[in-house]
């Protein structure tokens, strides 16, 4: 039993999904640092009655030889709640795909039960698997145990944040390039960025197989690596001839839905004029068995989104239409140092690269990174006009 009453959080129990507070409350159980999960309900409850928050968030906190992966959290209340006093944050860095073997995952719960307050989050936005709630004098011991398994930091602060990527070829039939593969070639070459925050703010980096985008790589990337193709949609009529007999109405649900207005649907046959074609896949992932993407599959580069700091959010941009993504990626790698390095070099301090090409242009950046300026980078059409008119001109 919680030694606090907490009548509004239990509120958060009712209903017929799975429950923070309930896990916390599990949390309290099972490990070695009970008094933390209790405490943390007690502070969260204050929260939700005075509608005031209670911690301070940041600090130096760490452990030997990095600089990043520990999140300094601390209450702002530690007489009346001891147990979170401290509530440091630990990233581990995730293996690509997100998988895991079940041994793998109670290895990881053992250790943070140890160590920590018990409770994770499996995966926070940033990829990394999070481990939330443990005190300063903690740090080294959780770090000894997870690095002599194997296990090592994820990124935090002004740095390189852990590449993050979908399942990519490994589950999914869609997959244009080996997403998983080229998640973990880049976390390896930036090892040092990642533990050694030098960058004015951080810089994320997602890939994703194609563009259904399962990581969100357009809304929440620095830099985008979506898997595309280039050449025609492959189209097998005798599969679509099974699907409108199957009952699907492909008038409605596929042409009628295409973005770009490219496709047709006479005689019982699918058309696309694929040089109209964006790739957004849609066609594809409702007809999987009917359409599969071209056989010369790549990735589009996009730069730039973020959520809303500074200024607001930002979705990626297109910089490179397409370019080929084969092991050891020596073209994407030397891409993406030019970008961090023209970014290191013109960025005010918390200033993201998506804010900076909006201050520079695109112009200055296309230049540094020695990209060609080509129609896939227009971002949106222009707002103001190209022709400006003298009142003589409009009187005529």
């Given amino acids: 039993m919680s030694k606090y009453k907490t009548p509004m959080l239990d509120e958060l129990e009712k209903g017929p999904w799975p429950s923070f507070v309930t896990e916390i409350k599990k949390a309290s159980l099972s490990s070695s640092m009970p008094n933390m999960a209790d405490d943390e309900l007690g502070q969260v409850e204050k929260s939700y009655v005075t509608k005031r928050g209670y911690w301070k968030h940041g600090g ?3 452990v030997l030889g ?3 992966g520990v999140i300094g959290r601390y209450s702002s209340l530690p007489e009346e709640f001891p147990g979170v006093a401290h ?5 581990l860095n ?8 079940a041994e793998a995952l109670r290895m990881i719960c053992d250790i943070w039960d140890k160590y920590g307050s018990g409770l994770t989050n499996l995966h926070g936005s940033t990829g990394d698997l999070v481990l939330l709630g443990t005190t300063t004098d903690k740090l080294e011991a959780i770090f000894a145990e997870y690095s002599s398994r194997g296990w090592d930091l994820g990124s935090s602060g002004s740095a390189m944040r852990t590449p993050s990527c979908c399942v990519g070829k490994a589950r999914c039939e869609w997959a244009n390039i080996d997403s998983m593969d080229i998640c973990n070639s880049l976390t390896q070459h930036f090892q040092d960025e990642m533990h050694r925050p030098s960058f004015p703010y951080k810089f994320k980096i997602k890939v994703s197989g194609c563009a259904c985008d399962c990581v969100a790589a357009i809304a929440r990337a620095d ?4 898997g595309t193709w280039k050449g025609a949609i492959q189209i097998d009529q005798a599969e679509v001839k099974n699907y409108a007999d199957a009952g699907m109405d492909i008038q409605k649900e596929i042409i009628e839905m295409c973005p770009t207005d490219c496709m047709s649907f006479e005689g019982g046959k699918i058309k696309i004029a694929d040089a109209d074609c964006n790739r957004c896949m849609h066609c594809i992932a409702k007809m999987t068995k009917a359409l599969r993407p071209g056989k010369e599959k790549g990735a589009t580069i ?3 989104s973020k959520a809303p700091i500074v200024v607001g959010s930002l979705l990626s941009w297109v910089v490179v239409p397409f370019i080929k993504c084969e092991a050891p990626y020596e073209e994407l790698t030397d891409m993406i140092v030019s970008i961090i390095e023209w970014w290191d070099d013109n960025a005010k301090p918390r200033e993201r690269i998506g804010e900076l090409i909006e201050v520079k242009g ?3 950046f296309l230049e540094a990174i020695g990209v060609e300026p080509q129609p896939q980078q227009v971002y949106e059409p222009r707002k103001d006009p190209f022709f400006f008119w003298s009142e003589s001109d409009l009187e005529k």
């Avoid at 509530?87 to 990233?91: D, Q, S």
């Avoid at 995730?94 to 073997?101: A, C, D, K, R, V």
């Avoid at 830099?223 to 979506?226: A, F, K, L, P, Y």
């Fill in 60 to 62: 130096i906190v760490g």
């Fill in 66 to 68: 990095y600089g990043g």
């Fill in 87 to 91: 509530f440091h944050t630990v990233r």
């Fill in 94 to 101: 995730q293996p690509s795909g997100f998988f895991y073997t």
């Fill in 223 to 226: 830099c985008s690596i979506i």
């Fill in 302 to 304: 996009l730069i730039g």
């Fill in 362 to 364: 695109m112009r200055p």
